[in-house]
């Protein structure tokens, strides 16, 4: 149903938006070697978002160019709003340039992209 | 004098579960259970009894509490064997200890078999010093209690890792294995060594215990670091049963920055709420709970998150473990969830200027 795929698109973005942000800001961190003992949790988000992503038609090929373009667009919206909020607060070392190259890895990773 | 013989009998064998397996000439099987204990010292009738029943074999089970075989009789053509099964599991080696009154044995309350009420032999080892020193004792923390069949497992996986890892320093089984039940995805372990080892471990492992494990290598400083900046870390050793005993934990060294990245995954709760399970429902207010415990310096384990947990949120963690928890909470979780983000997002940016 339309309903149903426009709000799983909508799940899909938001829990991939917070694993890209996680990851920055864990690059960001000086103790980030520690919390790359954290790749359980962070392959849960990608498991969450595959979860999502088996609902959706069509399920063994990639989406569409025009649907992929708009998770895409979303994501990297969404995480550099968040990630822009603390850098005005004071944040430092964020590298920006990180979440394109993120977010086209777990867009591969969940077969959207 | 028949019954006299009789109960005396059953005072030896007290605590041991008798089982009759009777095959029949037609090919049907009968269990009796633990009714016949009087017949252990009268084979004779045991034969009888077979014969009665017209049954071509039997086979009698005797088990302790802790479900280990300890004896078996097998009766063919009306003659009767008997063999002894004593498995090296049902050993524990202790240390007798001086008492005011009486010397004693401790038994650890952590152990697969001797339950209270069983009898038991105990005579000295003098010759087997040497495996005497190969045994070590497991040390638990924060467990209450453990199932036997658990308890196995853990002393199975420490085998296999004392044998393929050569250098450890520690290693901890930890998270959900422990909690009562057999509700687990995997088996938490960790590792203690300067030397990481490869695949062949877990392989190794899965393969022996037929159980998938999740093994996280650590060194000496980075153990040190992760409980000094991780909440998540500290919980999971507050519970957690390791071969060595465990060092004090560090002094807590609050990195804000840090502890934004792992709040974020507890968004996930009100983003995901109706496609999530109840386990990983609890695991994500866990990791909150956990950071809010940390920030405000007071003790985490198990049983602090629950109790704020209820307080802060107003969610029982056992409904919430079986994903009883009502939109209500949810709220409460959200405006939780941005309090907390504010603070530390707040507090990050004060330690990025004053660094």
Redo the contacts between chains.
């Keep these: 149903m339309p309903q149903n795929r426009k709000k799983l698109i909508e799940?899909i973005i938001?829990?991939l938006s917070?694993a890209i942000?996680?990851e920055v800001?864990?690059m960001?961190?000086?103790?980030k070697?520690?919390?790359s003992?954290?790749k359980?949790?962070i392959e849960?988000?990608i498991n969450?978002s595959r979860?999502?992503r088996e609902k959706i038609n069509p399920r063994n090929r990639s989406l569409s160019a025009r649907d992929i373009e708009y998770i895409r667009n979303k994501i990297i919206n969404k995480v550099k709003v968040e990630l822009v909020?603390?850098i005005s607060?004071?944040?430092?070392n964020i590298d920006l340039s990180l979440i394109e190259r993120l977010v086209d890895k777990v867009l591969k990773d969940t077969n959207i992209g | 004098m028949l019954q006299k013989q009789s109960n005396k009998n059953q005072k030896n064998f007290a605590g041991i579960r008798l089982d009759l397996i009777l095959s029949l000439n037609a090919g049907e099987r009968i269990q009796i259970k633990d009714t016949l204990r009087f017949l252990l010292s009268f084979p004779f009738l045991l034969n009888r009894l077979v014969k009665s029943l017209g049954a071509v074999n039997m086979r009698m089970l005797l088990t302790n509490h802790a479900g280990n075989r300890i004896r078996t009789y097998v009766f063919r053509n009306r003659k009767t064997y008997k063999y002894y099964v004593i498995l090296r599991n049902m050993e524990i080696i202790g240390k007798i200890s001086r008492g005011s009154k009486m010397d004693q044995v401790y038994l650890s309350k952590n152990r697969a078999g001797f339950a209270v009420g069983n009898y038991v032999i105990i005579k000295p080892l003098e010759e087997r010093t040497k495996e005497i020193k190969s045994i070590e004792k497991l040390y638990f923390y924060g467990i209450k209690g453990i199932e036997p069949v658990k308890l196995e497992i853990v002393n199975k996986i420490m085998k296999i890792i004392s044998r393929l890892t050569y250098n450890y320093d520690n290693i901890f089984i930890t998270g959900s294995f422990l909690d009562e039940g057999f509700q687990f995805n995997d088996i938490d372990i960790l590792i203690l060594t300067e030397k990481e080892t490869e695949n062949t471990l877990k392989r190794e492992l899965e393969n022996q215990i037929g159980m998938k494990t999740?093994i996280?290598f650590?060194n000496k400083s980075?153990l040190k670091?992760?409980l000094e900046?991780?909440p998540i870390?500290r919980l999971m050793l507050s519970r957690c049963i390791s071969k060595k005993r465990l060092l004090p934990h560090p002094r807590k060294n609050i990195?804000y920055?840090?502890l934004?990245?792992?709040l974020?995954?507890s968004?996930?709760l009100f983003?995901?709420f109706d496609?999530?399970n109840g386990k990983?429902k609890y695991k994500l207010i866990r990791n909150i709970i956990s950071i809010y415990l940390f920030v405000k310096n007071k003790e985490i384990s198990e049983s602090n998150i629950e109790k704020e947990t209820k307080e802060k949120l107003g969610i029982d963690s056992d409904e919430l473990k079986n994903n009883i928890v009502d939109k209500g909470a949810l709220k409460r979780y959200r405006n939780f969830y941005f309090k907390m983000e504010e603070d530390i997002?707040?507090n990050?940016?004060?330690q990025?200027?004053t660094n």
Excluded: C, P
């Design positions: 799940l938001g829990t917070n942000m996680h800001l864990r960001a961190s000086k103790n070697e520690i919390a003992y954290y359980k949790e849960n988000a969450v979860k999502y909020i603390r607060k004071g944040y430092k | 999740h996280i650590f980075s670091k992760a900046i991780d870390w990195d920055k840090y934004d990245a792992q974020i995954k968004k996930a983003e995901n496609i999530l990983e997002i707040k990050a940016a004060k990025e200027k």
